[in-house]
């Protein structure tokens, strides 16, 4: 038996109206309630739009964030000190893992400050990037061998430093990671009106695709999923539960850039049909990405992740070549009040640009990158039109987009991010936001409290 739910008094397009929904789809939009037997909701010329896709998160991160030691809030070195000693003194036998870890914050770490805090404590604490990770001495014993792999920082005597650089995988198979839970991470990403996420997470891996595949059967993770973190000849593997999207591909000025074989990369990925999504942070990461494309010529799709200092040179090669940026502008609230501080007075004119690349015709989507920033859409849309920092300064005033835009920026396709605009129509998909005032209110003042039901594939999710 078919189910039907009827959504009266909505604000659709800047109409007022009844939307009918049917299993997952739109079945029906009328100027006045539908009569028969239904579920109803009135929307009391609330605006319903379609439910809010983050086309960048990294879902595991987030929930084991949710579980263990969470440094971001922490403010000083003391703080995160004492948060440490605290959770090594009730830890026992057990890991003890923290995340959110920032160098500028929190001070320099390795495993010798570690050992003072936690004692004989297996600790492994995560560097708020999610790439790096410092282990306390007891850490270290308990995963390395002999064999020692590349990325165990080793000081000038050979012994390792406690600090590991893109070893997640390698050490999340030595610590043996219970499964985090998805469910949290489901509900609050409803609760902002999302209804589909990005997981943008590197090289994913059969025991992480694993534990996504399950929260999405198991209905613990509503969200649609598309995947970048799939490699070519892995794609079947996600059939029926996620969409994968083009490949991730990691650079890193630290370990070295190196344009030609970058652009080897992408041909490689491009000749089987797949788009590349390329991290790129730095101004040289930048610059090298953008570089890499244009020698292997780039393919509808093709993305640069964060683009966070982007010189303005590269505009024209960018727009010519449909590359989108997806964006995090909640960084500009959550750091920049820091990228204020220790940011190259000739790289804070690029900084997190916004407006300035659609100007230049640069094709622009967001995503929140959480737990780098809040998921929250909301805060990120403000902080886009605002361009204000938690203190209340200015960062790249110039950069502010309207609401609408950015708001814009969550509302495409996970496969055509800056694409068009979904819509509320006959025949689309369920996936729907209904919010409590106008779209014109609610935008001037975006806040997750302004949601009211979400809807994924025309299943309740959050009221
Ligand atoms: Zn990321």
């Not at 609330?46 to 987030?62: F, R």
């Not at 209804?195 to 996504?212: I, P, S």
Request: with cysteine; charged share 20%; proline share 4%.
């Amino acid at each position: 038996m078919s189910m039907r739910t009827v959504i009266s008094n909505a604000e659709v397009d800047g109409r007022l109206v009844s939307v009918v929904i049917e299993d997952e789809i739109i079945l029906a939009i009328d100027d006045r309630a539908p009569s028969g037997e239904f579920s109803a909701i009135d929307a009391n010329g609330a605006a319903l739009i379609p439910g809010l896709h983050d086309h960048h998160v990294h879902l595991l991160a987030m929930a084991a964030r949710l579980e263990g030691v969470d440094l971001d809030a922490l403010e000083d070195a003391d703080a995160f000190d004492r948060a440490l000693t605290t959770a090594a003194a009730s830890a026992g036998d057990g890991w003890v893992r923290a995340s959110g870890y920032d160098e500028h914050r929190h001070g320099l770490l390795d495993c010798h400050r570690l050992d003072v805090l936690v004692g004989t404590s297996k600790v492994r604490v995560q560097h708020r990037s999610g790439l790096a990770w410092v282990l306390s001495s007891a850490g270290l014993g308990a995963v390395l061998s002999d064999d020692i792999p590349t990325g165990v920082e080793l000081d000038a005597n050979g012994r390792p430093t406690g600090r590991l650089l893109r070893l997640d995988a390698w050490l999340a198979e030595r610590v043996g990671v219970s499964a985090p839970s998805l469910q949290k991470i489901g509900a609050q990403l409803s609760s902002f009106g999302v209804t589909g996420v990005t997981d943008a997470t590197y090289n994913l891996g059969a025991g992480r695709a694993e534990l996504l595949r399950q929260a999405v059967q198991s209905g613990s993770l509503p969200q649609s999923l598309t995947l970048l973190g799939v490699n070519d000849d892995e794609r079947e593997s996600v059939e029926g539960w996620a969409t994968v999207g083009p490949v991730k591909i990691l650079v890193d000025e630290v370990v070295g850039l190196d344009v030609d074989l970058l652009a080897k990369h992408i041909e490689a990925h491009h000749s089987v049909g797949r788009a590349v999504a390329v991290h790129a942070v730095s101004r040289a990461e930048t610059v090298t990405v953008a570089t890499a494309m244009a020698l292997a010529g780039m393919m509808p799709g093709d993305r640069i992740e964060h683009g966070s200092v982007l010189p303005t040179d590269l505009d024209s090669l960018l727009a010519a070549g449909g590359v989108t940026v997806i964006v995090q502008p909640a960084l500009v609230s959550e750091r920049g009040d820091h990228y204020l501080e220790v940011v190259d007075g000739e790289d804070l004119p690029f900084l997190h640009r916004a407006a300035s690349l659609l100007e230049s015709g640069v094709r622009v989507a967001a995503g929140s990158d959480a737990p780098v920033t809040s998921a929250d859409p909301w805060l990120a849309i403000a902080a886009a039109s605002t361009r204000t920092t938690r203190t209340g300064q200015r960062l790249g005033a110039t950069e502010r987009v309207p609401a609408a835009t950015a708001l814009g920026w969550y509302l495409t396709d996970p496969l055509d991010p800056s694409g068009p605009i979904r819509r509320v129509k006959v025949g689309a998909r369920a996936d729907l936001c209904l919010l409590d005032a106008s779209l014109a209110e609610v935008l001037t003042d975006p806040n997750a409290s302004h949601v009211r039901n979400t809807w994924v594939g025309g299943r309740l999710v959050y009221s």
